[in-house]
């Protein structure tokens, strides 16, 4: 059903479909509107006996979360940024765990400094967390990867963090094509846990493991990731017979990656979420102007689709990721996955730092770096639109005075003067 | 209790008295006791909180004809019971982490009210570490939704499983290895405490009581009546431990209910944030005959003691007494105090 509506309120409307039996919130920017909306729909009764339950924290949500996982119900809460932090513990342990429970992080940078915008800090955070990890382009997909999700995650048994980009995905009013509920119950059959607290058959769930089995069981995680990636393309293919359309988009390739005129490019960009579409515009431009440039979309990022990253751009000559968080004291960290896809390749592969704290990702930006490839000026990392000038200010005001105050103030008078 | 039956006539308060109505009898004499916490544990000889786990567990489980799920925060309880491959439980079981039993427990009964199976009921459990400190907020927060949870807390006084550190339901005065029993204020300091059962209170909530090991029946009798009302409740069950502690494995029961005693630790009960029902001591002592046997407390003692510390303690006992009205002239065999 077409329909004019908010990318929180789509997620909203298709984690219902999903029919979840507890859904837990806790408010932060900028996954409010997706809690709120499910709020209403569970008070109206929609959602027959569902439970909504107003949490204290992130780490209790994530804790309520793992109870009712563990008691046999299908579970979704939502986070974002510091609150993904603050459920780090429970995040380990849901995962350790093995409970299918699905989470929506609509994506926003981390402090210090405090900043509400988009970038993927957050969600980057927690590559290591145990979780599946997929990444919406647009609120289409967005909506379709938490139906994906659900599956995914009640197959392995792990759970699946969606992310979408906060205000620029949770705020954006653009046309979706929600699921139909029977579409939805037909692809998402009722769960059936693995584990279940059960006085009729009791078992305990979290016992102390040491040395000699911890190994195997942390592997089992690892081998379920693995099984996912496997589960993913047949999934896709499930989703596109069912409801006529792409979960990962319009470009989806295997539903572990997008592609877009990637097939005979030299130059490729990699890239997860909605800057995706602006790299789109720069490619149609550079295209007509006889670049071959192209651009690559991770939508599973754990599990990292390896194969599916190296056969799709094995032909190119330069690789730039285009990331929207970091790791200080190194750099890139799709970089670093992207490097181990193409081991024993001679491609130049190039970190763009781009988008921080909300700073828009523009074409004139992304175009900037791909010329930069071209002209082979382009450093192994770059940080996009990076005010050098301010930065250098700041350093001499270090050199010259030990008292040199709070950094993030200082740059903001800096800022305010000029 | 309703018996008339004061059961130290026996001299003892045996678990299986024969000279009470076979209705009266403890759950814990039962031979269909479901034996929750059974035995092949790890738990060091003179445990309180195995001891406390059991009765209070076994108690509920008899209250719920065995419907009932447990959630368990990590400390030593979980430590002893599961170690992998083996588990001691024989409910249903599961432990996430240290700071989160509640919201567990929340997330549980939530998931079971959804599935419309309202019969069976929950339990959380940790001990004074994971409930008073990093657990709290979780905690306050099943309290004021007053979710259908009992919580209950076995408190040792410290953070035993990790080697005996100070919590914030250490008693002032006492050694614990963050806080030493050296220099001009030796062991914990002489804070305002943090008393949950009152801040439990202060929430509202339909049912809380404190306990000890001590008194089974007392104990049991309250299990039974948390597990006989919805909504949020909790039960302090004061468990003390022979490491932590430094005292005689035989001597648990004992300290147990010299801490009630004393007054240091009053047994009450409260409905909805009044309180409805006070222990009273029957033999008051003053706190030297609890906190001697008590290594932790030596410092208190001997030559190079700390008198002045003494008379501090016992002043919050005889606080303890005046304000939760807990000496009864009446009722008292012998007038100690």
């Known amino acids: ?418 | 209790m309703s018996t008339p039956l004061k059961f130290y006539q026996v001299g003892s308060f045996a678990v299986g008295n024969r000279l009470i109505d076979e209705a009266d009898l403890s759950v814990q004499s039962s031979t269909s006791r479901s034996n929750s916490l059974t035995s092949g544990h790890r738990a060091c000889q003179g445990c309180g909180e195995a001891l406390g786990a059991r009765y209070a567990i076994d108690a509920a489980m008899a209250a719920t004809d065995g419907k009932l799920v447990a959630v368990n925060a990590t400390g030593c309880l979980e430590v002893f019971s599961t170690p992998y491959p083996e588990t001691s439980w024989r409910l249903p079981w599961i432990h996430s982490l240290f700071g989160n039993a509640s919201a567990v427990a929340t997330g549980v009964a939530a998931a079971l009210k959804a599935q419309g199976k309202s019969d069976i009921r929950v339990v959380a459990q940790g001990g004074d570490g994971g409930t008073v400190d990093i657990g709290f907020g979780p905690l306050s927060g099943m309290f004021e939704r007053n979710d259908d949870v009992l919580y209950i807390c076995y408190d040792n006084e410290a953070y035993m499983n990790t080697g005996v550190q100070r919590s914030g339901a250490t008693p002032p005065g006492a050694r614990t290895n963050t806080s030493h029993a050296v220099g001009e204020h030796p062991g914990a300091s002489f804070t305002q405490g943090k008393n949950l059962p009152l801040i439990a209170m202060a929430h509202g909530i339909p049912y809380v009581a404190t306990a000890t090991v001590a008194d089974l029946h007392d104990l049991e009798a309250k299990v039974k009546k948390a597990m006989g009302m919805r909504g949020a409740r909790y039960l302090h069950i004061l468990v003390p431990c022979p490491l932590g502690w430094g005292s005689r494995s035989e001597e648990t029961i004992k300290l147990a209910r010299l801490a009630t005693e004393s007054g240091l630790f009053p047994v009450f009960e409260a409905e909805y944030g009044e309180i409805t029902e006070t222990k009273k001591i029957r033999r008051r002592v003053r706190v030297e005959e609890y906190l001697k046997p008590q290594k932790r407390f030596a410092h208190l003692f001997g030559a190079n003691g700390h008198s002045e510390m003494l008379s501090a303690i016992q002043a919050i006992a005889d606080k303890n007494v005046a304000k939760f009205n807990l000496w009864d002239s009446e009722e008292a065999d012998t007038n100690h105090g």
Request: proline content about 5%; aromatic content about 6%.
């Open chain 1, 1 to 418: 059903m077409l329909r004019q509506i908010e990318g929180s309120r789509a997620v909203a409307e298709t984690v219902a479909a999903c029919r979840p039996a507890v859904v837990c919130a806790y408010p932060i920017s900028p996954q409010t509107h997706i809690v709120e909306a499910l709020d209403e729909i569970v008070r109206l009764g929609e959602l027959g006996t569902c439970q909504f339950v107003n949490v204290e924290s992130e780490f209790s949500a994530m804790s309520v979360a793992i109870g009712a996982s563990a008691t046999g119900a299908r579970v979704y809460t939502a986070t974002a940024s510091q609150g993904l932090l603050f459920m780090v513990e429970p995040l380990y342990n849901a995962s350790g765990l093995g409970l299918p429970i699905v989470m929506t992080v609509a994506n926003r940078a981390i402090g210090a400094p405090i900043n509400i915008w988009n970038d993927h800090s957050d969600s980057m955070s927690q590559r290591d967390s145990g979780w599946i990890q997929l990444y919406a382009q647009d609120n289409q997909t967005a909506s379709d990867l938490h139906i994906l999700a659900f599956r995914i995650a009640e197959e392995v048994s792990l759970p699946v963090m969606v992310c979408m980009d906060g205000f620029v995905l949770t705020h954006a009013v653009e046309r979706i094509d929600l699921p139909e509920q029977s579409e939805v119950d037909q692809f998402l059959p009722p769960y059936t846990p693995r584990q279940l607290l059960d006085p009729s058959d009791p078992m305990s769930i979290g016992a102390m493991v040491g040395p000699e089995a911890f190994t195997e069981v942390r592997y089992l995680g690892h081998a379920k990731q693995v099984q996912a990636l496997e589960l993913i393309p047949d999934l896709a293919e499930d989703f596109v017979k069912l409801f006529g359309r792409r979960a990962g988009g319009e470009h989806d390739l295997d539903g572990l990656v997008t592609s877009y005129q990637v097939d005979d490019a030299e130059i490729i960009l990699v890239a997860l979420g909605s800057v995706i579409g602006t790299i789109k515009d720069v490619v149609d431009e550079m295209r007509e102007l006889g670049t071959k440039v192209g651009v690559l979309g991770i939508t599973s990022f754990r599990p990292f689709p390896l194969d599916s990253v190296r056969t799709s751009v094995m032909h190119a000559k330069k690789v730039i990721v285009v990331e929207r968080a970091f790791a200080p004291g190194i750099g890139g960290i799709v970089s670093s996955n992207v490097r181990t896809a193409l081991r024993d390749t001679s491609i130049k592969i190039s970190t763009a730092v781009a988008g921080l704290g909300g700073r828009p990702v523009t074409i004139k930006s992304i175009r900037g770096v791909v010329v930069q490839a071209i002209d082979d000026t382009l450093p192994e990392l770059t940080f996009v639109d990076l005010d050098v000038e301010l930065i250098n200010r700041e350093l001499e005001r270090n050199r010259q005075q030990r008292r040199s105050g709070p950094m993030a103030e200082n740059l903001l008078r800096d800022v305010g003067s000029r």
